[in-house]
């Protein structure tokens, strides 16, 4: 069941410049799946629109969820301030999630470009198949690669070349000679177009995770819409809600 | 303590109603709130035919506000009569449906297929989105175009006719009196106020549609105003809307002179925002010993 709650920060830290790694106590950890997302609320009622942030891991059992996030503006500065005790509004949780069942014994291929990378690591402890992670990051400054490394083969991409290959994600995956029987993603535009065409030309399924400026998370206001190929069932004009009918998409059916 | 209201023939059990696009039909909210504890549900404009809306981004934060340019993307009449009508016939409470059109033509096909539906308690004209680029607020801008639209409607409504104005326009009294004269019934304002943002950083527009209709708490005393001027040049209910969080804010605005409220982009902050707001309401009425309502209307000195 979706949920507002006042919850509880249990620790929080910086683990890259401007990324942050914090854990929250909240009861919505018990209904989490890898892909879903929380709506974060800022305290400065000048920033009232929530934030859309995904869910890292979560713990049913010490009912707690974790997000790892960049400071992209005042909410989510205002969000890195927060110590363990305080007070942190969300709402959960929020969108589909991966289909974990899709990849369940295959061989994966689990792609992150920078803050997309967070989701991939609930969805990585799910997995129990072959699975390569590649991890695209704009220097050497990378993060969740140690977390990530329990649950699979990492190859890295670094834009400046300073860690793994040059380049992105598609780079590491030619380098590294890697092949998948599917393929889900999270991460900006243009490395979804990317894993869109790789997929397509390889004739393998890629489910990718969306992401766009969001109001009510909850698929009221159609603010962050997705232009998909076939009419969709709630709108009738090939317009999917990311927050609802979303994040994940399988890649050949929406229109990126 | 009695919270009932009666708008245009049409009794709420009390005066907290939803701002049309703010809450679709009900559906994605009903989640969070019991819709039968609310006045009335208005539902998110509806065409003759679908419309896909705007391309993305369509929402942006701005300071104690946000900007939208969704476009009025909806299913067109037929999906809303087959799913969303009888979604909100379960519930008790009054259903206004909120229509959107490009021509005077679109608006009364779709307030005829509605004269067939009796669940609908009340039609909402919307003349005022800013977001597209035909017809909508070129109606609202212009008190002879709203006179027009307003006596074709009603020529052709089964239902009250409610018409939401625009803030966008010089006198709104003006534009309120064209309503009333053309025989509407009610009038809902006010509509978003079109504004803009820039992202400096990529010297580009935040919205793929440049502009966006500006909502949230930072334009309420705007709105507040506006239905304070046009409840003195009307005499018909006026249904005020623009930045409502709490009870005290729909107590502003029924003191103005507002015979309801509508809830609109805080529904987006609190899901639960509707119901806190009919609370305060009672809350305010029982610190205040205020008996009925509707005492309150228009009760500023």
């Not at chain 1, 390569?132 to 969740?144: D, E, H, P, T, W």
């Not at chain 1, 998370?217 to 159609?222: Q, Y």
């Not at chain 2, 820039?198 to 709105?223: E, Q, Y």
């Amino acid at each position: 069941m979706k949920q507002k709650q006042n919850a509880v920060v249990l620790s929080q830290k910086e683990i890259a410049t401007d990324i942050y790694d914090m854990w929250i106590g909240t009861s919505l950890a018990a209904d989490a799946k890898p892909g879903q997302f929380l709506c974060v609320y800022p305290k400065d009622k000048s920033t009232l629109l929530p934030r859309p942030i995904s869910i890292c891991e979560a713990d049913a059992e010490k009912g707690a969820v974790r997000i790892v996030y960049r400071i992209a503006g005042a909410g989510t500065r205002e969000f890195s301030g927060y110590q363990a005790g305080d007070s942190i509004s969300i709402l959960g949780t929020l969108g589909n999630g991966f289909p974990v069942e899709e990849g369940r014994g295959k061989r994966v291929f689990l792609i992150g470009g920078g803050i997309g990378i967070p989701p991939l690591l609930e969805l990585a402890k799910h997995l129990k198949g072959e699975t390569q992670v590649i991890l695209g990051y704009r220097n050497s400054a990378l993060f969740l690669q140690e977390d990530l490394e329990k649950h699979g083969v990492i190859y890295v991409a670094t834009e400046d070349g300073s860690v793994g290959s040059k380049g992105n994600v598609m780079d590491a995956i030619r380098d590294n000679g890697l092949e998948a029987d599917v393929i889900f993603a999270c991460g900006p535009m243009p490395m979804l177009r990317a894993v869109k065409a790789y997929a397509a030309e390889h004739r393998i399924k890629a489910y990718i995770s969306l992401e766009e400026r969001m109001a009510c998370g909850v698929g009221a206001c159609l603010g962050c819409v997705a232009r998909t190929k076939e009419t969709d069932h709630h709108s009738h004009v090939h317009n999917a809600r990311i927050c609802t009918d979303g994040p994940v998409f399988e890649a050949d059916v929406v229109e990126i | 303590m009695n919270t009932q209201v009666t708008l245009a023939g049409v009794k709420l059990k009390n005066p907290v109603m939803t701002a049309s696009g703010t809450f679709g039909s009900g559906m994605e909210y009903s989640e969070f709130v019991d819709l039968n504890r609310l006045g009335a549900v208005v539902t998110k404009g509806v065409s003759n035919v679908p419309w896909p809306g705007n391309p993305t981004p369509r929402v942006a934060e701005v300071y104690g506000g946000m900007l939208n340019a969704i476009g009025l993307q909806n299913p067109g009449i037929d999906v809303f009569m087959e799913r969303d009508i009888p979604f909100l016939k379960q519930y008790d409470s009054k259903i206004i449906v909120n229509i959107c059109g490009k021509t005077v033509e679109d608006y009364v096909e779709v307030v005829e297929r509605l004269g067939e539906e009796p669940a609908v308690s009340m039609l909402e004209i919307n003349v005022s989105c800013p977001n597209v680029k035909e017809g909508a607020i070129a109606f609202g801008q212009n008190a002879e175009a709203l006179y027009g639209i307003t006596s074709e409607v009603k020529k052709h409504a089964k239902q009250p006719v409610m018409m939401k104005l625009s803030p966008n326009v010089t006198d709104i009294g003006e534009m309120a009196r064209a309503a009333e004269a053309a025989g509407c019934d009610a009038i809902s304002l006010m509509n978003t106020i079109t504004g803009m943002k820039i992202d400096i950083h990529k010297r580009r527009f935040v919205l793929a549609n440049k502009t966006g209709g500006m909502s949230g708490p930072a334009i309420k005393p705007i709105a507040v105003r506006m239905v304070y001027q046009a409840a003195r040049a009307v005499k018909i209910p006026i249904v005020g809307m623009g930045g409502i969080a709490t009870g005290e804010d729909a107590i502003e605005f029924l003191l103005a002179g507002a015979a309801a409220v509508s809830i609109g982009a805080m529904n987006f902050v609190n899901p639960y925002t509707t119901i806190e707001v009919i609370e305060g309401i009672e809350d305010y009425m029982r610190k205040y010993h205020v008996e009925n309502v509707t005492d309150l209307i228009g009760a500023v000195e």
